[in-house]
């Protein structure tokens, strides 16, 4: 799925900035929480109230 932030993140010295999109996988298949990997090659997760959904993996 593509995810869009809706609020900053910072995770030790990475920063991802509102607005900004990722390919993200959800943690478990009930979990909102998701994966996604920042430009530096760092995962971090986010919580449902953090991003909004772009599209999924079931949009064609």
């Known amino acids: 799925m593509i995810i869009?932030?809706?609020q900053?993140?910072?995770c030790?010295?990475?920063t991802?900035?509102?607005g900004e999109?990722?390919?993200a996988v959800?943690?478990?298949p009930r979990s909102t929480t998701v994966e996604f990997v920042a430009d530096s090659?760092?995962?971090i997760r986010a919580f449902n109230y953090e991003y909004v959904t772009v599209s999924?993996?079931?949009d064609t």
Do not use: M, Q, R
């Open 21 to 23: 999109e990722y390919e």
């Open 56 to 58: 999924s993996a079931t």
């Open 16 to 18: 991802c900035l509102t």
């Open 41 to 43: 090659g760092k995962k």
């Open 8 to 10: 900053d993140l910072v």
């Open 4 to 6: 869009k932030l809706t």
């Open 26 to 28: 959800l943690i478990l």
């Open 12 to 14: 030790g010295n990475e």
